[in-house]
């Protein structure tokens, strides 16, 4: 039997109320199963965890490495599994096996001790995301995910209600700004496989045995898959190790490796903006908080 970590426990309940308390009683029997399932066998290490997931290294029949992701099926994680099968591990994480009634799957191990985060150089980093991110955007978008029209619609549609909630008058202004960006091209949403989380922790190395035999040499994980406008994906990278002074800078650089037209990716992103400012105003935070408004200010001057 496993243990579960107390953090994901408490963010289970935190987050999903009396069905994440119900999942993580299960998860327990859920793992069980899943080794039985694909003929696993822990292996030596620690589990690892963020506020939804929990991943276990295993052994497989074979001898070789590989993680089991647990998670609860939800509206963010019942893409990954088909996204990550399109990408069929370039620029990703390899999918060996995926239960979609549980939402569990297994992965190719990497190492989860070197990602982009402790890359020194910040814009050597980005450079690396980018390349990633354009090899992950060129998959043909499996049937049946999430769409940036359906989410483009609805905040146009709660922007007017919700905006006004941010404490700051100059935010309430730049929400308002950021509102009638989108307008301009939520005509045209865009059809690329979106990662829609990537940042710097989320790009992970291979193992070394899997460079050495020829494996890329960094590879992204946790996407919550949707399709649109890859201008849509680079506010991540924007937020994540944040630098004032940069922001123009490593919007260029993205949009650069990416092929991206600079005024289309920069009013996609203030669309980022706004979507993150409603989440938190509807959960009764006073704004979206000095990094995001910070590049929402400096994007501007790209569209």
Not at 19 to 42: C, F, I, N, S, Y
Not at 64 to 91: F, I
Not at 221 to 229: E, S
Request: hydrophobic residues 50%; neutral net charge; contains cysteine.
């Amino acid at each position: 039997m496993i243990t579960v970590p107390a953090a994901l426990a408490a963010a289970k309940a935190r987050f999903d109320g009396e069905a994440g308390r119900a999942w993580v009683a299960g998860l327990p029997r859920l793992a069980e199963r899943m080794l039985r399932r694909w003929d696993l066998t822990l292996a030596p290490g620690p589990a690892r965890h963020g506020v939804a997931a929990l991943v276990l290294p295993v052994t497989r029949a074979d001898g070789g490495p590989a993680v089991l992701k647990l998670q609860q099926p939800d509206h963010e994680t019942v893409g990954e599994g088909p996204a990550l099968r399109a990408w069929h591990g370039a620029g990703a994480v390899r999918l060996l096996a995926h239960d979609e009634a549980s939402g569990s799957l297994l992965l190719e191990a990497l190492d989860p001790d070197r990602s982009l985060d402790g890359v020194p150089d910040v814009e050597a980093a980005l450079t690396v995301l980018a390349g990633v991110l354009r090899r992950l955007v060129a998959a043909e978008p499996p049937p049946g995910l999430r769409r940036l029209a359906g989410i483009t619609a609805r905040m146009l549609d709660e922007a007017p209600r919700l905006a006004p909630r941010a404490a700051d008058p100059d935010e309430r202004r730049l929400l308002a700004d950021c509102a009638a960006a989108v307008r301009e091209v939520a005509h045209e949403p865009g059809g690329a496989l979106l990662h829609w989380d990537l940042h710097y922790q989320n790009v992970l190395a291979p193992t070394p045995a899997a460079r050495a035999a020829g494996r890329e040499p960094w590879l992204a994980i946790d996407p919550k898959p949707l399709v649109g406008d890859p201008g849509f994906e680079l506010l991540p990278a924007l937020v994540n190790r944040f630098d004032a002074g940069g922001v123009l800078r490593r919007f260029d650089l993205m949009t650069s490796v990416l092929g991206l037209e600079r005024a289309r990716a920069a009013r996609w992103t203030l669309g980022r903006v706004l979507q993150n400012a409603l989440w938190l105003l509807r959960d009764g935070a006073p704004g979206v908080g000095p990094e995001q408004v910070a590049i929402a200010r400096a994007v501007r001057a790209r569209c």
